[in-house]
């Protein structure tokens, strides 16, 4: 890493409260940061309460799962997510006239390669008003690049950024009638638009920490976040949220065609309904 990067530490504390006594559970976690050509993973666990064996595996798109079973009764179920990553400032970044062509993007080594990640999912499909305005904006741009960059405008520029506008269930069409949403919801949205111009899109979770100036050794509440990736003969990473390349404030977790792949504690169990589910995030700049 040079010295333009930055060292992280990040604690995830994820869990449900239920009504009464459950007696077994089943569960995958997925907040273990991936190594990769833009971040390295110096240290990382999982730690579960109640108690619980675990293991790791890396899932179809190549996210770490942390799994575990539990079958002593219990009427909470903590994961606490440990990791200590450096990170980079964003790479060369292409121009908005450079990338693959519109017809490149059609060949069947392109169309055949990334074929899950161009179609629409229950949270990135579109109505007609959208795929319109899709179409609009494809239309003006020269390049596939200028246009994904053109959608992140747009989207960033109707949407606006509101925590608890909508819940993990919502998709594009919700936040799109709102004109409000989260991270997720404008994700899903620039995703969906991507992919409705024919352009290979995945949705990408991870943390974020809010602070570009942030001084080192203070702890701040980060947040979970999403931001996106388009396919233009390379992968790009863009954050519509913010407006921003993804760089050294994003910690990449997992990749996917939508949240649904990608959530970051779900399970099944045995026993009374869940009387809710806490999240807390906490970031920490070492360097």
């Known amino acids: 890493m040079t010295v333009d990067s930055w060292r992280l530490r990040i604690q995830h504390k994820s869990g449900f409260d239920y009504a009464g006594p459950v007696s077994s559970s089943y569960n995958e976690a997925r907040m273990w940061p991936r190594n990769e050509a833009r971040q390295a993973v110096l240290d990382a666990r999982v730690e579960v309460w109640p108690p619980a064996r675990t293991y790791r595996y890396e899932d179809y798109w190549g996210t770490v799962v942390t799994a575990f079973d539990v079958h002593a009764k219990h009427d909470a179920l903590t994961v606490t997510a440990t990791s200590t990553v450096e990170t980079l400032p964003p790479g060369d ?32 499909g579109l109505d007609d008003e959208l795929s319109g305005i899709a179409a609009d904006i494809k239309a003006a741009h020269a390049t596939p690049h200028a246009a994904a960059l053109a959608v992140c405008e747009f989207v960033r520029g109707e949407v606006t950024y509101q925590p608890g506008a909508t819940g993990v269930q919502s998709d594009a069409l919700h936040a799109w009638e709102q004109r409000k949403g989260v991270c997720q919801d404008i994700s899903h949205l620039t995703v969906g638009m991507l992919r409705e111009m024919g352009m290979p899109a995945r949705y990408v979770s991870g943390y974020l920490h809010p602070q570009p100036s942030a001084a080192i050794g203070d702890s701040v509440i980060g947040q979970s976040h999403a931001w996106v990736e388009w396919w233009v003969g390379r992968w790009t990473a863009f954050d519509p949220t913010n407006g921003v390349p993804v760089g050294e404030r994003h910690v990449v977790v997992g990749r996917g065609r939508e949240y649904g792949d990608v959530p970051p504690l779900k399970g099944v169990y045995a026993g009374p309904k869940s009387t809710g589910q806490g999240v807390e995030v906490t970031i920490t700049r070492l360097r």
């Open 93 to 124: 970044l292409l121009e908005a006239g450079e990338g693959s062509s519109w017809e490149g993007l059609t060949q069947p080594e392109s169309v055949d390669r990334w074929y899950e990640l161009v179609l629409p999912t229950k949270r990135t």
